[in-house]
């Protein structure tokens, strides 16, 4: 357990290290910041390093493994539908009574906080559902690297993507937003007003 923990920290730290020096450079050349928020940023760096690599570790001790018998299992029956639909909902379930997600939910007040649960909670579903599939493939005698390559990846990325989305599509409403003011104003600024005595 020790040596896999230490494979997924390398990992996510081979991730992460890039970036982090990317902006550490930037912020000390191009944007110089205070050395307080310097220091929370490497904090930060650091917690996110070992947080992902706890998260795929989880993901390849528990979530995969599941996802996959069940898949074999699923893979013997005639019903394909409900297992998938089950493992979908579980997911959902599961990831909104995680208490970290209410935290994150509450640190972005430009979205509603049951926008943000029900989109990662739903990214965490289809990330069970992949799973699931994967474990079909695997009993149907495929190898997972050559026939799904890529989908092993985009297991774990799900609920990353996800968050990534629902920011874009947020971002995008209030550039619409914004837009859709500016043409009211201006037509308010067009428009002569009389006033009689």
Not at 64 to 70: I, K, L, V
């Amino acid at each position: 357990m020790r040596k896999q923990l230490r494979e997924k920290i390398f990992e996510s730290l081979a991730s992460v290290l890039p970036i982090t020096a990317i902006v550490l450079v930037l912020s000390i050349t191009v944007a110089p910041v205070a050395t307080g928020t310097l220091v929370l940023f490497l904090f930060g760096a650091l917690l996110l390093i070992f947080g992902m690599g706890v998260f795929t570790l989880g993901a390849d001790l528990a979530m995969t493994p599941m996802g996959e018998g069940m898949g074999i299992e699923m893979s013997k029956s005639q019903k394909v539908i409900w297992p998938i639909l089950i493992s979908f909902v579980f997911g959902v379930i599961i990831t909104m009574a995680e208490p970290d997600l209410q935290v994150l939910a509450e640190q972005v007040p430009s979205i509603p906080n049951m926008v943000i649960i029900l989109s990662v909670a739903a990214g965490v579903g289809i990330f069970m559902m992949l799973a699931i599939a994967m474990g079909a493939c695997v009993a149907a005698g495929g190898d997972i690297l050559t026939d799904a390559f890529g989908v092993v990846a985009m297991v774990a990325m799900t609920p990353l993507v996800t968050i990534q989305t629902l920011g874009l599509v947020s971002e995008l409403r209030r550039h619409a937003r914004s837009r859709y003011l500016k043409t009211q104003f201006e037509q308010i600024e067009d428009t002569v007003l009389y006033f009689d005595d």
